[in-house]
């Protein structure tokens, strides 16, 4: 059950920390974090079976989906909300750490468990690789208009 303690903390860390006006902006960004979880967790656990889910049936089914359909889709909104302008590599390897530190943890509780051939710190690239595609979709949302323009006169 410690994936509801995790997502209640996510959610009420949205309620406190999260700049709600801009959640609008950032729905795509939030979307994108949930498919690209979902994405994520049919290779790792359903088809490459490199994780496996503790419980019965209902657990298996059922606590991936609150932990993307909340935590991951939060990580995301605050990654992006709190982005910095320089050091970006390092701000995203940070996020990478925290969140493979949340995995370890379900891992140390019973919830996860790793196959015998899963090394720990490929959990903090396939994080990263998270971070860099919703950094990537966040660029790309920006695209070329969002920029100041500088004109140049003519004449």
């Known amino acids: 059950m410690e994936v509801f303690l995790y ?8 309620l406190f ?9 950032q729905l795509p960004i939030v979307i994108t974090a949930t498919f690209v979880r979902f994405l994520e967790q049919f290779f790792v656990i359903d088809l490459l079976k490199l994780w496996e889910i503790n419980g019965p049936h209902w657990m298996q089914l059922w606590l991936p989906i609150i932990a993307d359909v909340t935590i991951w889709p939060i990580a995301a909104y605050f990654y992006v909300q709190y982005l910095p302008n320089s050091k970006r590599f390092w701000y995203t390897l940070g996020w990478a750490v925290a969140l ?3 995995v370890y943890s379900l891992n140390l509780f019973g919830v996860i468990r790793y196959r015998e051939d899963w090394f720990r710190y490929f959990t903090i690239l396939l994080i990263l690789g998270f971070f860099a595609i919703v950094h990537v979709v966040w660029a790309w949302l920006l695209g070329p208009w ?3 323009r500088t004109f140049v006169n003519s004449q």
């Open 7 to 14: 997502a209640g903390l996510a959610i009420l860390l949205f």
């Open 146 to 148: 969002s920029k100041p």
């Open 100 to 102: 493979s530190l949340y």
């Open 17 to 25: 920390l999260g700049d709600k006006r801009q959640l609008r902006h």
